[in-house]
């Protein structure tokens, strides 16, 4: 999956659960789709109006009311949501408020091999420091990434790699993935 893709498109919080629910096979309309990912309506509005903008849905010509529109998902949109589906597909419940924090998927995607923090933050442009340290302590706790300290180097660094069901989603959004943002 293309990072900077990601990053845009889990940049809001129910991104991901929206895709997922379009993808199996939930109305395109704001009760099921409320119903089906359990967001509230300043959220929900907010991340549908976030992937019209990164064109992943677009309104369902004559379909709907205009003051209760439904979507659908466009050509990209249903690449993007088969990719939802598998991660959600991999995590539980619990996990799901993980996957919510708009920097969990971009830094398992960089971690498709082990990498230091360094190799992580070029990876991703925009993350500050602090953003992507907070990531990589939350993922570690949650044991989705496994830290090693390298001590054959001067000065000794810090090794991540994804395990677990963060393994299973990197691998999932990993490079190999054909997803690019027109």
Partial sequence: MDINSLVNITSRAWSLPILTSMHLGVAGRQAPLLAATGASRTAFAQSMEHLIEQGLLERNPGYGHPLRPEFRLTLLGKEAATIAERIQRVSCEDDQSLLRKSWTLPV??????????????????????????QS????????????????????????YSAINTGGLISRITGPKVSFIQH
């Fill in 136 to 159: 990589l302590k939350s993922l570690e706790v949650r044991n989705w990434v496994h830290r090693s300290v390298d001590t054959t180097a001067r000065p000794p660094r810090s090794i």
């Fill in 108 to 133: 398992l995607t960089s971690l498709h091999t082990s990498s230091h923090f360094n190799d992580i933050k070029r990876n991703l442009t925009t993350i500050t420091d602090r953003a992507l340290s």
